[in-house]
Every structure is written in C-alpha cells, then in structure tokens.
C-alpha cells in the first residue's frame, strides 16, 4: 500500500512543519537518548528460534514505527518547548523547559528525560535575574541549595548591569534570595515575599511547576 | 554479670555511628559546637521516627543564612521538626518528602491538619507538593485559610494540574499587587481556570447512595 502510506507521510510532515521551532540540542539529545533505549530494548529480546508469525511481522517493514516515533517526539517538544515559549510571563524568575536545561550526565538520568519533559514533578529549570549595578558578585541562595552562596553564582550579561543564573528545581514552594558582593541580602523585585517567624528576615518566594 | 568486651565496642561503635549519622558536614563547618550538637539531636530524633531531615539541615542553614544566633536556630529547627511531623500525619506514612516539606509550610503558614488530610483523600495518588505550596501562597497573600483550602480542594477533585495551580496562585498573587482585595482576586481569576476543568468527579461521604 505505498500510496496510502505516502499520504500519511506527507500529513506527518506537514503536522511536523507547523510546529513552532525548537531548539536543535535538545533534539539530538531527546533522539540520541530514544536510540539508546531502543538499543538496550533489542539487546534484551532474544530472537525466536525458527521464523514465527511474530518474527514475520517484525521483520516486515516497520514504517509505522518510525512514524509514531517522530509523532511522539514532535508531541513531546511541543509540550515541552513550544508551550513553555509561548507561556506568560512569570512575575518571578522565569521558569524554562525541561528541555531548555543544560544535559543532564548520562550517569544520572540515562533514559527518561523524554518522560521528564511531561511529568508534572519534573525538575523545570528556573532563570534567576537581578539587575544590580556596581555589584561585583551575586549568587541566589535558598532552600534548594543549603542557603550556600557558593552554590548558584550568578553571571554577569556582558555590557549590562543585570546578573542571572539558571538551576533545576523540581515542583514546589521556595524560599531564596539574592547575595551581592558576599554580604548583602536582596530580595528579588518581582517575586513576592515571605514573611519568616522563625528568624525575622523576609525571603522572596518561588513557586516551580510551570510547563 | 559480666559484660563482653566485645558487646561493649559494639555499642560504642553504634552510639558513634549513630552520633556521624545525625551531623551533616555542611552543619559542622557552618555552626558553633552547642547549636551543632543540640541541631544534631533534633536531627537525630526526626531520623528515628521516619521524618525527612534534609529540611531541617536547610533551615540550620537558612538560619545561618541570616545570621541568627544559635539558640533561635535550634528553636526554629526544633519547631519545623514538629511541623514536619504533624504534616506526616496528616498527610499518610507514604507521603514524599516533599509533600511533607510543603505540608509543614502550609501548617506554618496557618492551614489546619484537616485541610491536610482533605488534600490528601481528593487526590491520593498525586503529588500535593504544588497544591499545598500553592495553598501557603494564597494563605501568605491574604486569602483566608477556609477559602483557599477549599477552592485548593475544590481544583484538586476537578482534576487541575500543577501548572494550572501556579497559574492560578500566581494570577491572584498579581491582582492583589495591583491592590485588588484578595478574596475577590480569587474569585475573579478562579473564573478563568474553572471553565477549563470537568466538575468534581469524587463525591463526599454524605452524598455516596446507600448500599
């Protein structure tokens, strides 16, 4: 039926075509993780010993497969990139895609980052920014990295004034805020505060869980 | 009687190791050796009963952080220790640490035990680490707890996700900023994300028909 199967390809490809753009690492990262998988799937299955029904139609031509890996994909980074560009601005620091995130090593998370880009208790990655002229070093420090100014310097963005850094948070309520030069405390002006009993010095406050 | 000399290192051994256990290295370095020891105790005692430690470690160092002085630091982890405890409870023995974290500040931040356990029957398989971050939020910006733990709840059983929740708390959290009253701000943007979800599909215990 390859007639039936060219219309179906060209509708893939004109469905793949109107997908907002991505970004090309990401991609890569997202394919060469789903070839690892596929690999270790094969290693795994062991080949029937005389040819069956089953071993015919695996060894049929699989089109489809590679149909329905290409559809899931491009499903996936819409999800994950093209609704996370198209999102409002967050009053906070912005919160970007899963997929937006620096590559995780190989040793920690080798196959599910395309599951992480649509779970809901995904680590997102979050975009710290404070304008802060004459500083000389800025760091975020919050719950999320043990208060440790060390933890999250900030970068200054070449001929500004304005600083930022970006760090993985899974989903869920923080408290942090900015360390200028090693010493000064700052809230960060658009987030909202939290007031704390416990020692008597406002925090900004960072809720994660945005796609 | 007399006792093995062997029994006797065994136990020194695992008084010792029991002892390393409870200290955190990020601890040692950071605070003075009576906040330490008294710091490591708490920590030691909310290991025993099953509690998440990695917050208490956090607010040490929070407090560190601010530059309290030491015995405000063993109160404040002394207290989060109960909070963590009283949230583990309300929320079930298999609750994530995070959900527990989150539990605590929402108990913090006003929010009874019962709105607690209410979250956690309407939604028993879903992470309540957004809905009750989101919830403190809402509590910490001027909703009252009755409102906020019922429309929390109340989105919960429509099925909202966590992305819808921050979008919900973060839109409330702008119009209050802009001086709108924080009741009404919830009621306004509630509108917006109601018609977007089915009604509840749990019903309550009164309203199950007889067997």
Same mark, same amino acid.
């Given at each position: 039926?390859?007639?039936?199967?060219?219309?179906?390809?060209?509708?893939?490809?004109?469905?793949?075509?109107?997908?907002?753009?991505?970004?090309?690492?990401?991609?890569?990262?997202?394919?060469?993780?789903?070839?690892?998988?596929?690999?270790?799937?094969?290693?795994?299955?062991?080949?029937?010993?005389?040819?069956?029904?089953?071993?015919?139609?695996?060894?049929?031509?699989?089109?489809?497969?590679?149909?329905?890996?290409?559809?899931?994909?491009?499903?996936?980074?819409?999800?994950?990139?093209?609704?996370?560009?198209?999102?409002?601005?967050?009053?906070?620091?912005?919160?970007?895609?899963?997929?937006?995130?620096?590559?995780?090593?190989?040793?920690?998370?080798?196959?599910?980052?395309?599951?992480?880009?649509?779970?809901?208790?995904?680590?997102?990655?979050?975009?710290?920014?404070?304008?802060?002229?004459?500083?000389?070093?800025?760091?975020?420090?919050?719950?999320?990295?043990?208060?440790?100014?060390?933890?999250?310097?900030?970068?200054?963005?070449?001929?500004?004034?304005?600083?930022?850094?970006?760090?993985?948070?899974?989903?869920?309520?923080?408290?942090?805020?900015?360390?200028?030069?090693?010493?000064?405390?700052?809230?960060?002006? #658009?987030?909202? #505060?939290?007031?704390?009993?416990?020692?008597?010095?406002?925090?900004?406050?960072?809720?994660?869980?945005?796609? | 009687?007399?006792?093995?000399?062997?029994?006797?290192?065994?136990?020194?051994?695992?008084?010792?190791?029991?002892?390393?256990?409870?200290?955190?290295?990020?601890?040692?370095?950071?605070?003075?050796?009576?906040?330490?020891?008294?710091?490591?105790?708490?920590?030691?005692?909310?290991?025993?009963?099953?509690?998440?430690?990695?917050?208490?470690?956090?607010?040490?160092?929070?407090?560190?952080?601010?530059?309290?002085?030491?015995?405000?630091?063993?109160?404040?982890?002394?207290?989060?220790?109960?909070?963590?405890?009283?949230?583990?409870? +309300?929320?079930?023995?298999?609750?994530?640490?995070?959900?527990?974290?989150?539990?605590?500040?929402?108990?913090?931040?006003?929010?009874?035990?019962?709105?607690?356990?209410?979250?956690?029957? +309407?939604?028993?398989?879903?992470?309540?680490?957004?809905?009750?971050?989101?919830?403190?939020?809402?509590?910490?910006?001027?909703?009252?707890?009755?409102?906020?733990?019922?429309?929390?709840?109340?989105?919960?059983?429509?099925?909202?996700?966590?992305?819808?929740?921050?979008?919900?708390?973060?839109?409330?959290?702008?119009?209050?900023?802009?001086?709108?009253?924080?009741?009404?701000?919830?009621?306004?943007?509630?509108?917006?994300?109601?018609?977007?979800?089915?009604?509840?599909?749990?019903?309550?215990?009164?309203?199950?028909?007889?067997?």
């Amino acid at each position: 039926m390859p007639e039936s199967r060219d219309e179906l390809m060209e509708t893939v490809a004109r469905e793949l075509s109107a997908l907002p753009p991505v970004r090309e690492e990401a991609v890569q990262r997202i394919l060469e993780l789903a070839a690892q998988r596929r690999a270790a799937e094969r290693g795994a299955q062991e080949p029937p010993a005389e040819p069956s029904r089953r071993a015919r139609w695996r060894a049929g031509p699989r089109w489809w497969i590679g149909v329905g890996v290409a559809a899931t994909f491009a499903a996936l980074i819409w999800v994950g990139v093209g609704r996370g560009g198209r999102a409002p601005a967050v009053p906070v620091s912005t919160q970007l895609a899963a997929a937006d995130a620096p590559a995780p090593r190989p040793e920690a998370v080798p196959l599910a980052v395309a599951d992480r880009i649509i779970a809901d208790d995904a680590p997102r990655a979050v975009q710290f920014v404070l304008d802060a002229p004459g500083a000389r070093a800025v760091a975020v420090i919050g719950g999320f990295n043990g208060w440790d100014p060390a933890a999250a310097p900030l970068e200054r963005v070449p001929g500004s004034t304005v600083w930022t850094t970006t760090v993985l948070l899974e989903p869920g309520r923080y408290t942090y805020a900015f360390i200028v030069d090693d010493s000064t405390w700052v809230l960060d002006p #658009r987030a909202p #505060r939290a007031e704390d009993p416990d020692y008597g010095v406002e925090s900004s406050v960072l809720l994660v869980g945005r796609e | 009687m007399k006792t093995s000399p062997i029994i006797l290192a065994g136990a020194a051994v695992a008084v010792l190791a029991s002892t390393a256990a409870a200290q955190d290295p990020r601890l040692d370095a950071k605070l003075d050796p009576v906040t330490r020891r008294e710091v490591a105790a708490v920590i030691e005692q909310a290991r025993d009963r099953g509690l998440p430690v990695e917050p208490l470690v956090d607010k040490a160092l929070e407090g560190v952080a601010k530059r309290a002085p030491g015995p405000r630091i063993i109160g404040a982890v002394a207290r989060l220790s109960e909070r963590l405890d009283a949230a583990r409870e +309300a929320l079930g023995p298999n609750a994530t640490p995070a959900e527990v974290q989150a539990g605590a500040e929402a108990l913090a931040a006003g929010v009874p035990d019962s709105a607690l356990r209410e979250l956690r029957a +309407a939604a028993p398989g879903v992470s309540l680490a957004v809905p009750l971050g989101v919830l403190t939020q809402l509590v910490s910006r001027g909703v009252s707890v009755d409102r906020a733990a019922a429309t929390v709840l109340d989105l919960l059983r429509r099925g909202a996700r966590p992305p819808q929740l921050i979008a919900l708390g973060e839109a409330v959290q702008e119009d209050i900023a802009q001086g709108m009253a924080p009741a009404t701000a919830l009621d306004v943007r509630l509108r917006g994300i109601l018609g977007a979800l089915p009604q509840p599909a749990i019903t309550t215990t009164a309203e199950k028909p007889p067997l």
